[in-house]
């Protein structure tokens, strides 16, 4: 943990450019009737929950270079978010996942979170890789599986999830399955949704009325001819079939080239089914990566549908869990995640920027080149500053990538937990 004194001390070389800049987009923002210490307001509030597996260093199945100093337990785990959160003041929870993350100490993970002032997030099962002290092997599939006794198994794992999230006050559950085929012919695709379906409506029982369940969908991989979940259409009538409290999860990575992700999530709003969401940024798919390096106007693009959707009064309000879903094997996790939630900040504020009133008639005018240059102006806008200001109004640092490297944090996380420390990440 860094001290008030030491963030005070790493944001006061930058105060002065700060003020100049602030002030500048501040006085624009208000020519053009916009409040910026409303937007800050929006933005302090704003959190992004962070995955225990994405602290350590993550790999592909080629390799794996770690960074040092990860985190060894669920305890450093928290403490690891919980820094993140006292640069950023945007990460106030953290999602875990079962059985990397079986909490032991109930009692201690309570006061230790109270301390950090995190909450848990989601809970994730995993029935995509064998326990060694495992009955029944997930080769052919979980809740899908033909076997029942392996369906009976992967359904006990995700109630099982539920009652550690109940111990340790979480309220959502998230499922991924990995179920699918590889070959034409392995598996009746019908039957296969049927089953899935069914092994579903037994977890959803086992829900307490004020969780959410969230389904998210994946076109590929691990399993490359058919996912039993492949798409969103699927994830939405799974909801369908199990009731209210079911609802899609949209990841970012887990979408074909070219898919207008935008639409999907302006669909699932207005169907009263968004859930949730896994950030992370992708070039071909399931990536992973740094969310908005690569693409950050798709992102602006999202969250201007969320913030039009959150704005639109003709729809019901809706809870979003938003969530980073990512593997650093290039970055120092820490950084990355740092990185990802301030793309996060930054696009949504410029969706906050956006003249929806002018928007609007430009989209009844038919103006399609006014349309886009509305956009465009938000996306356009240098936003920096005011994310900047949100980061020291919650009492974190102005720039946290930045206060991170000269705290020396890694170097201390080293010197604690080793060069070598064994972690959990994807
Ligand atoms: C897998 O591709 C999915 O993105 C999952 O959401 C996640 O990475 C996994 O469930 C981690 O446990
Ligand atoms: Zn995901
Ligand atoms: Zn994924």
Not at 34 to 49: K, N, P, S, Y
Not at 167 to 176: E, F, I, M, N, P
Not at 339 to 361: H, M, P
Request: proline residues 4%.
């Amino acid at each position: 943990m860094l001290t008030e004194d030491q963030l005070h001390d790493l944001n006061q070389p930058l105060l002065a450019e700060h003020h100049l800049q602030f002030d500048y987009l501040a006085d624009l923002l208000a020519r053009r009737g916009q409040d910026a210490h409303q937007l800050i307001l929006q933005l302090v509030e704003f959190q992004v929950a962070i995955p225990s597996w994405a602290l350590g260093t993550g790999g592909t199945r080629f390799g794996r270079f770690p960074a040092g100093g990860e985190p060894r337990s669920l305890e450093e785990k928290i403490g690891d978010v919980g820094l993140l959160n006292q640069l950023n003041g945007s990460s106030n929870s953290i999602s875990l996942h079962i059985p990397w993350d079986i909490p032991q100490d109930i009692a201690g993970l309570h006061q230790l979170l109270k301390e950090q002032g995190l909450s848990i997030d989601s809970m994730n099962s995993n029935t995509f890789q064998d326990q060694k002290e495992q009955a029944h092997t997930y080769k052919f599939g979980s809740l899908s599986a033909t076997d029942r006794a392996v369906r009976e198994q992967a359904i006990q794992h995700n109630i099982d999830c539920i009652r550690y999230g109940t111990d340790l006050g979480a309220k959502v559950h998230t499922v991924w399955l990995a179920d699918g085929s590889n070959f034409p012919g392995q598996s009746h695709l019908r039957r296969a949704y049927l089953r899935t379906q069914e092994s579903l409506a037994t977890v959803y029982e086992a829900l307490p009325s004020d969780w959410t369940m969230l389904i998210e969908y994946k076109p590929y991989e691990p399993n490359f001819y058919s996912m039993v979940i492949p798409d969103w259409g699927t994830s939405y009538t799974l909801c369908q079939s199990l009731g209210k409290q079911a609802q899609v999860l949209v990841d970012l990575g887990h979408h074909l080239p070219n898919t207008n992700i935008e639409q999907i999530v302006g669909r699932l709003r207005q169907l009263g089914r968004l859930g949730g969401f896994h950030f992370n940024g992708s070039g071909y798919g399931d990536d992973d990566l740094t969310t908005g390096s690569a693409k950050p106007f798709q992102l602006f693009l999202i969250f201007n549908e969320l913030v039009d959707a959150n704005q639109d009064t003709s729809l019901t309000a809706s809870t979003v869990a938003y969530m980073i879903d990512a593997s650093h094997n290039t970055k120092d996790p820490l950084e990355d995640l740092l990185q990802s939630v301030d793309n996060i900040l930054g696009a949504y504020a410029k969706a906050l920027l956006v003249d929806r009133a002018a928007l609007q008639e430009a989209q009844e005018a038919n103006d399609t080149v006014r349309a886009e240059e509305i956009l465009r102006d938000a996306f356009l806008t240098d936003v920096r500053p005011l994310v900047a200001e949100a980061y020291r109004q919650a009492g974190g640092a102005l720039h946290p990538v930045k206060a991170y490297r000269e705290a020396g944090v890694r170097a201390q996380l080293i010197a604690q937990r080793g060069k070598f420390s064994l972690s959990t990440g994807l």
